[in-house]
């Protein structure tokens, strides 16, 4: 590749430093030296695809592999792909400047249902055929992973393989399975019929689907013998000696999460029933706090970061974090080495917590009841109480805080407008904790802000079956909340309702809206999860143009017979408990926490059982 | 112990920014484990000062920075074990030992020297370099946050030359003045004389090297290593 082409446009674009590599603990290979050249892609820019976690792990993982070398590519920014594309500058790896249309495999996570069309866009950057039934010798193996790729049928047109699960292992089979086939030079049907026969390797062009008069699917069939009728995911048995990396690739730009990430356990075991993650990932499995002192000093030593962040779904379960934290700051605070503590749980928030983070440093305090009553949090098994975070938000404010955000979802299930008042009751009643503390003196800093979301049924939770509120009637609850929640020191955010209405489209999506997400990338959309970028009305055209209505997707329940697209995919959690906790929510019946009674979700019967 | 380093910024790092290069050096200094002072207070940081931030998509073989360390270390072997913990394309060239009292190299350095190397250059670039040099005055037209602001910058230039030329690229020298009173950016100064010479419209490629930095002397000029305690 021309590396002076590209360097020249560097001049010339945005932030020049998220195309450049040669960041310290970049992986340096020669190309033309490895049997197989993989480029990682991330669907979306630089500083949001090098803060994800799986991403680090996979790219170091694959290049310990001597016959492999894998390279970074993410999505240039509108200003970086006009000049690519006036200079005929195809897709480029970071690490040799190389267009990846050349690679074996083009591998993309998917992290977010609104960056599709960000591989659409990416495949078309790079010179590859879009859809999979046009590329043949010559052209990479288009294969994703990732949360998303659960439901990966919106883009069955487009991907080669999908992964379902865990990456570590599956990804090393499919590589050494693919050396094999390379060596033998077969055709590219006969590689895909081989990876057809690793556990958790979906391949989209070998299931045909049929549909019903209504719409909705018949059937979901292999089209071809040796083929599982259902695929199963992954799961790394053992997370303790599960490859992690021991070196990380140290951006210059400031990234979103600028910082080591150490992952203390995988799963949860809270059972939260809009939480796909909380469904997903299960078992939990834990690192030792001993493994992760280890990684930890092996990391600053390696990266020179100054901070450390603990990583997982609900970092305060984790059941060694006392003795954890208590060894960081031993060992790293004279060091200069901060640690920072995500996703805690308001009913976690012990005062020695809050004292331990705050000698790090004093950032705001985000709290997520998720919803207003007690009623409705019982309805998702949030399982916090009013009680729980009038505790935590009084600890915090004795302890100095003065900003608080609070995190709530609007349109869950059941909801009524006793729901969103209590949003603002909540709001009013950390106000005036605050105040009585303060006897009102220093109320000019008090900043609280309410931020809601709406919500978005997901494949693979109990309101897999549950309709989307229509944008119209979340736009209301909106404007309900804006009006409650003009309060003195209350400031309220809240989720373009349109957006969550396409995310409710493609998470619970069909194949056929794979002709939806090329007619929108054809007309422009892109980075939709960009407010500055994203065009609700080109992706209206798109549907029309289609024949396709969104509504279909977003807004009908389901009924508990239908074949749901996701049908042949076996995510380890049992469709029979998801429809149990489904029913239990509408009853307004808590499911306690698994780690002290087994609720039977189905997750046991993979690899032999490896919950705690 | 106070040392000024002189270190280099190559073309493989060259579009990364002033506050991104010194994240990278304070990383870079906690991998190589060394004994660097910190700031007190709320935000501790390393003690560092660099001089004259190089704009975006320059390269340079004179940049400077001061440095504060809680216990003594060898110079050369402080170099040598930054340089095993740098990205590719920053290397530290030389560190010196000074005196506590030494005023901050920012206010000392007052000019620089610079390489440009300017593709497709206009025809008889030397004749239209004279000619632009002797004006009576250079305005150009600065964008601050405070709108729009007319400067002369001829006082600024204090010399240019043009060192020869290669195939399609024309190499020229020059000295402005760089420092917290005066300071004209080189590209400002290379943009004013290729718009004189061609006209607003003329696309130019060029690339702009950083020689080094230089402080007032006795007689002349000084390299700032030459503050140096040995020295």
């Known amino acids: 590749m021309d590396k002076a082409k590209i360097d020249r446009i560097l001049g010339q674009v945005g932030k020049p430093v998220r195309y450049m590599g040669n960041e310290y603990n970049m992986v340096v290979k020669d190309p033309s030296e490895v049997l197989i050249n993989f480029a990682f892609a991330f669907p979306d820019v630089y500083e949001v695809g090098m803060s994800h976690l799986g991403m680090k792990i996979l790219y170091h993982l694959i290049n310990e592999r001597e016959d492999t070398y894998c390279q970074r590519v993410f999505a240039p920014w509108v200003d970086m792909e006009q000049k690519m594309r006036e200079n005929r500058i195809p897709l480029f790896a970071l690490e040799t400047g190389e267009p990846v249309a050349g690679f074996d495999f083009i591998g993309f996570t998917l992290q977010y249902e609104m960056s599709y069309t960000n591989v659409i866009n990416m495949l078309d950057l790079a010179g590859i055929p879009l859809m999979r039934r046009e590329r043949g010798k010559g052209h990479p193996f288009v294969i994703a ?99 992690y990396p021991e070196a990380m690739i140290v951006p210059y730009m400031n990234i979103v999460h600028d910082r080591i990430t150490l992952e203390v356990f995988r799963g949860c075991t809270r059972g939260c029933r809009f939480c796909q993650a909380g469904m997903i990932y299960r078992p939990v499995r834990e690192r030792s706090a001993s493994r992760l002192m280890d990684l930890a000093r092996e990391l600053v030593k390696n990266t020179g970061y100054e901070e450390i962040s603990l990583s997982s779904l609900s970092t305060s379960d984790y059941s060694q974090l006392e003795e954890l934290v208590k060894q960081f700051m031993d060992e790293f605070q004279s060091r200069r080495v901060s640690f920072a503590l995500p996703s805690l749980r308001i009913d976690s928030f012990t005062r020695e917590f809050i004292e331990e983070m705050k000698k790090v440093r004093k950032a705001g305090l985000t709290f997520a009841p998720e919803a207003g009553t007690q009623r409705l949090r019982d309805v998702i098994n949030k399982g916090v109480t009013e009680e729980d975070l009038i505790n935590s938000v009084t600890q915090a404010f004795e302890l100095g805080w003065d900003t608080v955000k609070l995190y709530f979802m609007i349109g869950l299930p059941t909801e009524t407008e006793q729901d969103l008042e209590g949003i603002g009751d909540l709001a009013a009643k950390v106000r005036e904790c605050y105040m009585n503390l303060n006897r009102g003196r220093k109320s000019r800093r008090l900043k609280i802000t309410v931020s809601t979301s709406s919500f978005v049924p997901k494949p693979f939770t109990p309101f897999q079956w549950v309709a989307q509120d229509s944008v119209e009637l979340l736009a209301q ?136 | 112990m106070r040392m000024v380093v002189k270190y280099s910024k190559g073309k493989k790092v060259k579009y990364i920014s002033h506050l991104e290069l010194m994240r990278t050096i304070h990383r870079a200094l906690r991998r190589a484990d060394i004994p660097v002072a910190f700031s007190r207070g709320y935000n501790p940081q390393p003690k560092t000062a660099f001089a004259m931030p190089l704009p975006v998509g320059m390269t340079s073989e004179g940049e400077y920075m001061d440095i504060i360390l809680d216990s003594h270390l060898c110079p050369e072997i402080f170099c040598q074990r930054m340089n095993d913990a740098l990205p590719d394309g920053i290397m530290l060239l030389k560190a010196v030992e000074v ?133």
């Open chain 1, 477 to 612: 609850k909106q404007e309900f909340l804006r009006e409650k929640l003009r309060i003195k020191g209350v400031t309220y955010d809240w989720h373009d309702p349109e957006l969550s209405f396409l995310e409710a489209v493609f998470a619970r999506g069909d194949r056929r809206l794979g002709k939806v997400l090329l007619e929108a990338w054809k007309r422009g959309c892109k980075f939709d999860g960009w407010a500055e970028c994203f065009n609700y009305s080109a992706w209206l055209e798109a549907f029309r143009a289609s024949g396709i209505e969104p509504e279909f997707y977003a807004n009908r329940p389901r009924d508990k017979e239908e074949v749901l697209p996701w049908a042949h995919i076996d995510m380890g959690v049992t469709t029979a408990f998801l429809r149990r906790e489904y029913e239990k929510a509408l009853r307004g019946e808590l499911t306690p926490d698994c780690r002290g009674v087994c609720h039977g979700c189905g997750i046991n019967r993979l690899e032999g059982g490896l919950c705690p």
């Open chain 2, 99 to 231: 005196g506590e009292s030494l005023p901050s190299l920012m206010s000392l350095i007052d000019r620089a020297v610079y390489l440009i190397t300017v593709h497709n250059p206009p025809k008889d670039i030397d004749i239209k370099l004279n000619r632009f040099l002797q004006q009576n005055e250079i305005v150009i037209k600065k964008d601050s946050k405070r709108g729009e602001r007319f400067v002369n910058i001829k006082p600024m230039i204090l010399k240019a030359d043009i060192l020869g030329s290669q195939e399609t690229d024309t190499a020229m020298e020059v000295v402005l003045s760089t420092g917290s009173r005066e300071y004209l950016n080189p590209e400002h100064m290379i943009k004013a004389f290729l718009a004189y010479a061609e006209g607003d419209d003329f696309e130019a490629y060029f690339n702009i090297h950083r020689v080094d930095m230089l402080i007032p002397g006795n007689d002349g000029c000084m390299a700032p290593l030459e503050l140096g305690k040995g020295g």
């Open chain 1, 145 to 243: 992973g990732g949360p998303c790729a659960y439901n990966a049928e919106p883009l069955a047109d487009f991907l080669d393989l999908v992964v379902m699960g865990e990456g570590e292992e599956v990804i090393n089979q499919l590589l050494d399975e693919y050396a094999e086939w390379k060596k033998q030079g077969a055709d590219r049907q006969d590689f895909l019929a081989r990876a057809a026969g690793i556990k958790g390797v979906y391949i989209p062009g070998f299931y045909d689907v049929d549909y019903n008069h209504d719409g909705t699917i018949c059937s979901v069939k292999p089209n071809r013998p040796g083929v599982p009728s259902v695929v199963q995911k992954r799961i790394v048995r053992d997370l303790e000696k599960a490859y």
